[in-house]
């Protein structure tokens, strides 16, 4: 099976970069997942949790270009 993207650009630049960058997107959701079940217990504070998701987050949006 094969599937063709077509962006009219610039206009749709945003969903362009996003289309490139979905890999990368899922590998963050992985890695939060894998991250946040190993570092933190059931008992950790809520606080600390989502201040590290937060971190890993921005670092991946950074990354995509998508934190503008």
């Not at 945003?14 to 490139?20: F, G, H, P, V, Y």
């Not at 890999?23 to 992985?30: G, M, R, S, V």
């Not at 504070?45 to 934190?67: F, H, M, P």
């Amino acid at each position: 099976m094969k599937a063709v993207l077509e962006f009219n650009y610039p206009e749709d630049e945003t969903k362009l970069r996003r289309a490139i960058h979905c890999n990368e997107a899922f590998d963050t959701l992985w890695t939060i997942k894998n991250k946040v079940s190993k570092r933190f217990t059931h008992k950790a504070d809520l606080e600390d949790v989502l201040r590290y998701v937060q971190e890993i987050t921005d670092d991946a949006l950074r990354i995509s270009g998508e934190d503008v």
